[in-house]
């Protein structure tokens, strides 16, 4: 009898635990859609990679996860990635601050014109005070953000001349990326800026639609712009776009403790990792990828301290416009903590 009723615990208990693990394996989807604007010739899409396999291999395979380059989950409208990852369309996302800004206003902080001298001052900013708030607005804007990468300063290409003052731009059609603040940049140096998604960016400049566009030198060379006739590069380092790792709040709320804590720590060394390829070959001290351009017989144009000082001086009322916009508390927030940096 006591055996009889031991075995029946040892039965219920083997049963009670299949139940559990299977209803466990029902909450976690077979695949997990990680959207990302450009592949894997690219720092973004590397880092994307990384991610995905560290939490691949730390899950064992618990979450999977297949990467969407192109933003092909939105059919390449990358102005509407973050509504689709909060709506649940995309599961988890490596994304530009520049394309979630129309949602989350604050983002254009890292977009204000020469707000950020160098590398130094993107980490003050995306290491302190100001990265924790801009976290905070994201996660009230209904999506969960972990970590941190890069995409780099964007600078200036296009197909015609040599670009040293904002006289050189007059009348020069723009390819720009999906934020307001962006136009108001350029039509205040006295261009003709047009919004694009990057899909579309590609076929215009290689047509001759537009005349130029604005990228880091990684997508810049990536994508060959040099031979979609953009034969002159002036690099004058007027804005940087952080990276955001993030994953949909309900899918975030649908894993254990202990798997959001390997997601997490894979995210933040996936975007560490991915932040020193971006940097590659793009300093002072690394200069691989600017001479590897230039063998494309790539006019590549420096500033000089007045030049730049012409360029700040034009866009100061976009500055100032859009300072309102994002929040004036965050932007002196971030001045003062560049002020303090680290050099
Ligand atoms: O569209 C762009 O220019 C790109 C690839 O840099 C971004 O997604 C912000």
Excluded at 250 to 278: F, L, P, Y
Aim: charged share 25%; net charge neutral.
């Amino acid at each position: 009898m006591k055996i009889r009723s031991l075995l029946g615990a040892i039965t219920c208990a083997v049963a009670a635990l299949s139940v559990t693990s299977t209803a466990y394996a029902a909450d976690y989807k077979s695949e997990y859609k990680m959207s990302i604007v450009v592949g894997s010739a690219f720092p973004w899409g590397q880092g994307a990679e990384i991610w995905a396999n560290l939490v691949k291999e730390r899950t064992d395979g618990r979450i999977n996860i297949k990467l969407y380059p192109g933003v092909s989950l939105v059919q390449g409208d990358q102005t509407r990635e973050f509504t689709a990852i909060r709506q649940g369309v995309i599961d988890m996302a490596i994304g530009s601050t520049i394309n979630w800004s129309p949602q989350v206003k604050q983002l254009n902080l890292f977009s204000l014109p020469f707000l950020m001298p160098d590398y130094a001052a993107i980490d003050a900013l995306i290491h302190g005070e100001v990265g924790k708030q801009l976290f905070k607005h994201i996660e009230k804007a209904g999506v969960v953000p972990l970590a941190w990468g890069e995409n780099g300063y964007r600078q200036l290409s296009n197909s015609k001349q040599e670009i040293k003052s904002p006289e050189d731009l007059k009348g020069m059609k723009l390819r720009v990326v999906g934020s307001p603040l962006y136009i108001d940049t350029f039509t205040a140096l006295g261009a003709n800026p047009t919004q694009m998604s990057w899909a579309d960016a590609q076929p215009a400049l290689a047509t001759g639609a537009v005349d130029g566009q604005e990228n880091p030198l990684s997508i810049y060379a990536g994508a060959k712009l040099y031979d979609v006739a953009q034969k002159y590069l002036t690099l004058w380092n007027y804005v940087a776009d952080p990276l955001v790792f993030v994953v949909n709040k309900q899918v975030w709320e649908s894993w254990t403790e202990e798997d959001r804590k390997i997601v997490r720590e894979a995210a933040i060394e996936a975007g560490k990792q991915e932040i020193v390829i971006a940097r590659k070959g793009v300093t002072p001290e690394d200069s691989s990828l600017l001479k590897e351009i230039e063998g494309h017989g790539v006019t590549v144009t420096s500033l000089t301290q007045e030049q730049h000082d012409a360029f700040v001086e034009v866009t100061k009322p976009v500055f100032e416009k859009w300072k309102k916009t994002i929040g004036a508390d965050l932007v002196d927030q971030a001045q003062k903590d560049i002020a303090a940096r680290k050099k």
